[in-house]
């Protein structure tokens, strides 16, 4: 298996525009995180999903934030609007419940 | 809140030293799990520790946890320049028997230098 595969790596967008970030889980994990991460505020649980269903969204910052897994192996976080202080380095990962979570490499989103 | 909180923020050390990384966290756990990070990349898992557990090791890494003092430490022995990188902690709570979250406290920057 090729790993948790985000895209895009890198997201320069300017304020105001709807973001799109995508994940691909590993095929059989049936649990999958989004994190936001910062220097400031470091990593944030967003949500995440069992079977494909929201548990806990209570890391969604806004409204402006949304988060869907349509199916077992795709997930996508949207952010419309954008604003500058969504600036962030966005991490998925998935695992087979309570296991070790597995990592992508990350979207860097950089909001003018 | 679960959080975790390592201790100490940055670690310093030369090659060959050992380096110990403390995590306290709150509420009641199913396990505790300590990942890496090096700059850019992202988190990779080192080692999951269960809650009726009390030590686990896994090559130079070692994993304590006490769960009355809701706190764990990660020990690397024989330190490398190539241990670099920040060191987190995660929680994680169970979910009626599915997976609970993975709450990740703000982690140790480690430097080894050769």
């Known amino acids: 298996d090729a790993g948790v595969i985000q895209s895009p790596r890198h997201e320069v967008t300017e304020m105001g525009q709807e973001v799109t970030l995508r994940c691909k889980p590993i095929?059989?994990?049936?649990?999958l995180f989004w994190y936001r991460q910062t220097m400031m505020r470091g990593l944030e649980l967003l949500i995440y999903?069992?079977?494909?269903?929201?548990?806990?969204d209570s890391g969604m910052p806004e409204d402006r934030f949304s988060a869907k897994m349509p199916n077992a192996s795709f997930s996508t976080l949207k952010i419309q609007p954008s604003e500058p202080r969504d600036s962030a380095v966005y991490f998925c990962?998935?695992?087979?419940?309570?296991?070790?979570?597995?990592f992508g490499q990350g979207t860097r989103l950089t909001v003018v | 809140s679960q959080q975790g909180e390592e201790d100490p923020q940055a670690l310093s050390i030369q090659e060959g030293e050992n380096a110990t990384m403390n995590c306290s966290y709150k509420?009641?756990?199913?396990?505790l799990q300590w990942y890496r990070q090096n700059s850019g990349r992202g988190l990779v898992h080192l080692i999951l520790?269960?809650?009726?557990?009390r030590e686990k090791h896994s090559g130079r890494l070692r994993v304590t946890l006490d769960t009355s003092k809701k706190s764990s430490s990660l020990l690397i022995t024989a330190s490398r320049a190539a241990d670099t990188a920040s060191y987190f902690c995660?929680?994680?709570?169970?979910?009626?028997?599915?997976?609970?979250?993975?709450?990740f406290g703000k982690g140790t920057k480690l430097s080894v230098k050769p």
């Open positions: 990962a998935s695992s087979v419940a309570n296991s070790e979570a597995f």
């Open positions: 095929s059989g994990h049936n649990s």
């Open positions: 999903f069992n079977n494909n269903v929201p548990i806990d």
């Open positions: 509420t009641s756990i199913n396990n």
């Open positions: 520790i269960r809650s009726n557990e």
């Open positions: 995660a929680t994680n709570m169970n979910y009626g028997g599915s997976q609970g979250n993975l709450i």
